[in-house]
């Protein structure tokens, strides 16, 4: 059986916002096999500048394989 190409990963990340209110989300991100650590953070991120605007300041991010 070939080797998936991609792994889930549950992700959090808490950030705080332009406007000083704090925001946390957490969600499934499908990771390329080989992709980084770093990878998986700038994927997070993006998507909550996205939401909350620009600049933002990490307060928490964690990413664990999805798989128990």
Same mark, same amino acid.
């Given at each position: 059986?070939?080797?998936?190409?991609?792994?889930?990963? !549950? @992700?959090?990340?808490? @950030?705080?916002?332009?406007?000083? =209110?704090?925001?946390?989300?957490?969600? @499934? +991100?499908?990771?390329?096999?080989?992709?980084?650590?770093?990878?998986?953070?700038?994927?997070?991120?993006? =998507?909550?500048? =996205?939401?909350?605007?620009?600049?933002? +300041?990490? @307060? !928490?991010?964690?990413?664990?394989?999805?798989?128990?």
């Amino acid at each position: 059986m070939p080797e998936p190409a991609t792994t889930p990963y !549950h @992700v959090i990340i808490s @950030v705080r916002t332009p406007g000083g =209110q704090h925001a946390t989300t957490a969600r @499934v +991100i499908d990771v390329p096999v080989g992709a980084t650590r770093a990878d998986i953070y700038w994927v997070a991120l993006e =998507q909550m500048i =996205q939401q909350y605007g620009h600049p933002l +300041i990490t @307060v !928490h991010f964690s990413a664990e394989p999805n798989q128990l």
